[in-house]
């Protein structure tokens, strides 16, 4: 079993930043991707973005130069650095990790944060 655990969600106004954390947690697991997810209501979860080990990245296309994320592998812990916040961008964020276990590759989800952003 891996668990996932989320920080950083919060109220901010328009135009500011948050950094989103997630750190993975458990025994015998690899990573092999984080990325971040995000649901409004009545929408599906849509990616955010999303980090390979290797470091390759991947944003949708409404938070590309905006938003970064990043890894930090020896701490098994994905980071979110949100800039210039849209009200759009008001959701509950989901942490994900795609890993190994015992040879066998599973999903992983947190249980969500919170970002709202007011205009």
């Known amino acids: 079993q891996v668990q996932l655990v989320e920080s950083g969600g919060d109220l901010v106004q328009a135009g500011g930043s948050l950094r989103l954390s997630c750190a993975a947690s458990g025994s015998a697991f690899s990573i092999n991707a984080m990325g971040w997810y995000r649901r409004t209501p009545g929408n599906q979860r849509e990616l955010v973005a999303r980090?390979?080990?290797?470091?390759?990245?991947n944003y949708a296309d409404n938070v590309k130069g905006r938003f970064t994320i990043s890894r930090d592998n020896a701490k098994n812990t994905v980071y979110l650095l949100m800039n210039s916040l849209k009200p759009e961008d008001t959701a509950l964020y989901y942490c994900?990790?795609?890993?190994?276990?015992?040879?066998?590759?599973?999903?992983?989800w947190g249980q969500g944060t919170q970002v709202t952003v007011s205009s």
């Open positions: 994900n990790a795609d890993v190994t276990v015992r040879r066998l590759r599973a999903d992983y």
């Open positions: 980090i390979t080990s290797s470091g390759n990245t």
